[in-house]
């Protein structure tokens, strides 16, 4: 494990040092832009020389030392001495205003947590439950969704959702450490499980308490922040999928997000009364406010509560069929008003490139910029041609990425289509906005394209793209608008043809896609 150790460190430490060079490379390439369509210079920002709470957060320190570290570790765990470094404590926004408490381990203590991670799953894969799904080796959350929705629709669907009260903040140390204990329910060796119970009851603390060397111990829940923490959090519900699994109907667990289906009323009160077994004997908590209970699944009012649909892992389940949530379909909305604001609008408080844009030439790159950073989200780097290709041409798409490959379950394209036409219309309506203060501040001019020539691309003239000093004709850029219902047609067809194997799942935390504008998915 002392090698494995070492690795992981090195790894997790080129890593740092890979984001950082993304974010400076990202910062400049706004820079660029910003220049670029302003005219005027972005300027540079003081250099902030990094502040480490403890060396074993610098990724250069813990490189250099990587060998040392992995020694001084493995030691402690063969001496049953092993604690981690105290955790970094910090604040995130919720999006409901609240805040949520984050922590942050030192590169050497989050290697360790991975590697025993990794050797712990690939003994267990077998003796973990079928209907867990989260950090699950062999399954992601395509196989969670389709296991929810291969249900019998024929006569009533009853849904049974409980919600469990700050899951990972209050999950009883002392069950966890049962459950780790018991050879029955999981295979760990003497070392693994020190590990997991060193991290059960790691120190924290914020740049402040780091500074005066004040921490806090955790008592309860699981090292959020830690790759251990989903895996202990699986194993705490493991009596509960047991208990449902007894029980008529399906249901699938992701962490602590569960959902079961049935089609009887009976069964569903009894998977309901499930719950309440499982927290009677773990210790946790039934979040009764938030807690849906039963309800029957129809598309019309039934004797009980009745719902049309629920939101499961990014998607909506409805009697009819899987359908993209109303909620994701707004943020969606945020993020291409945002993404529109910031290539045609933002930029003229500042100033304005006169080569940018002209109406009596037609042609507008910061549009066409636009138009390239939405197909980016919506196809995950496919090309029109590819697309195209695929769909009439008999091509071959070897994966699937962005929105629509993640949607590619997705059964009617009504919704999209409505999308598709509110994002052509937002963008015509942009560029009407974008001509009127560039006549009122700047005496320019720029295109107003309709709906139509939006969509088929022939706003922009072959003319002005020849007088960027390109060599190849209008067709090698990309001028058409893109579409969701297109981009969902090529997914579909990929998903019959292929499979899932080619389509990129989303990850289980916080660092998926994070830089992706399109990451629009609730877990």
């Not at 959350?141 to 389709?146: G, N, T």
């Not at 402040?208 to 923490?229: A, D, E, L, M």
């Not at 590619?408 to 560029?431: F, S």
């Not at 001028?479 to 989303?506: C, D, I, M, N």
Request: some cysteine; proline content about 5%; aromatic content about 10%.
């Amino acid at each position: 494990m002392r090698n494995e150790i070492r690795g992981e460190i090195k790894r997790l430490s080129k890593k740092a040092f890979a984001k950082r060079r993304k974010a400076l490379q990202t910062e400049q390439k706004y820079r660029e832009k910003f220049e670029r369509r302003t005219g005027i210079d972005a300027g540079h920002p003081p250099t902030v020389t990094a502040v480490f709470p403890h060396p074993h957060f610098d990724p250069a320190h813990c490189k250099r030392n990587a060998n040392a570290i992995a020694s001084g570790i493995w030691h402690k765990v063969l001496q049953t001495t092993y604690q981690p470094q105290p955790a970094l404590y910090f604040e995130l926004p919720k999006p409901d205003g609240s805040m949520r408490g984050v922590m942050a381990f030192g590169i050497p203590d989050a290697a360790v947590a991975n590697v025993v991670l990794r050797r712990t799953l690939q003994r267990n894969k077998k003796r973990l439950s079928p209907h867990s799904y989260a950090y699950h080796p062999d399954k992601n959350v395509f196989d969670a969704i389709l296991a929810l929705n291969d249900v019998d629709k024929e006569g009533k669907l009853f849904a049974v959702q409980i919600d469990f009260e700050k899951y990972f903040d209050k999950i009883p140390a002392s069950y966890i450490k049962s459950k780790i204990s018991d050879k029955s329910t999981v295979s760990l060796t003497p070392h693994e499980r020190h590990i997991y119970e060193s991290f059960l009851h790691h120190r924290y603390g914020d740049a402040t308490s780091y500074g005066n060397g004040i921490f806090k111990r955790r008592i309860n829940g699981t090292p959020q922040g830690s790759s251990v923490s989903l895996f202990l959090a699986n194993l705490a519900n493991d009596g509960l999928d047991r208990q449902l699994a007894s029980e008529s109907g399906r249901f699938v667990r992701f962490a602590d997000d569960v959902v079961a289906i049935c089609g009887d009323y009976e069964a569903a009160q009894r998977l309901e009364k499930c719950f309440d077994r499982h927290c009677a004997q773990s210790g946790l908590i039934l979040n009764r406010k938030k807690s849906p209970g039963i309800a029957v699944l129809a598309d019309h009012q039934h004797e009980i509560r009745t719902i049309n649909d629920f939101t499961y892992l990014g998607y909506s389940f409805k009697e009819s069929g899987l359908a993209m949530p109303q909620k994701t379909a707004s943020k969606l909305k945020q993020k291409i008003s945002r993404l529109i604001n910031i290539y045609l609008i933002h930029a003229l408080r500042f100033g304005f490139n006169p080569t940018r844009a002209s109406g009596t030439d037609r042609y507008d790159w910061d549009l066409l910029g636009l138009i390239y950073e939405l197909r980016r989200g919506f196809y995950g780097g496919l090309k029109e041609a590819n697309i195209s290709d695929f769909l009439y041409q008999g091509g071959r798409l070897s994966r699937m990425r962005g929105l629509m490959g993640f949607y590619c379950l997705i059964e009617d394209p009504e919704q999209l289509k409505a999308l598709d036409g509110w994002t052509l219309n937002i963008v015509r309506r942009a560029c009407v906005h974008r001509r009127r203060l560039l006549l009122a501040q700047y005496g320019r001019d720029c295109p107003t394209p309709s709906n139509q020539e939006l969509a088929l691309g022939t706003w922009l003239s072959e003319a002005a793209w020849r007088d960027e000093g390109d060599a190849g004709p209008l067709d090698d850029v990309e001028v058409v608008f893109p579409s969701l219902v297109r981009g969902w047609r090529a997914a579909r067809k990929h998903f019959f043809t292929y499979g899932l194997e080619g389509v990129q799942a989303p990850g289980y935390d916080s660092s998926m896609d994070v830089a992706s504008l399109f990451d629009v998915l609730d877990y």
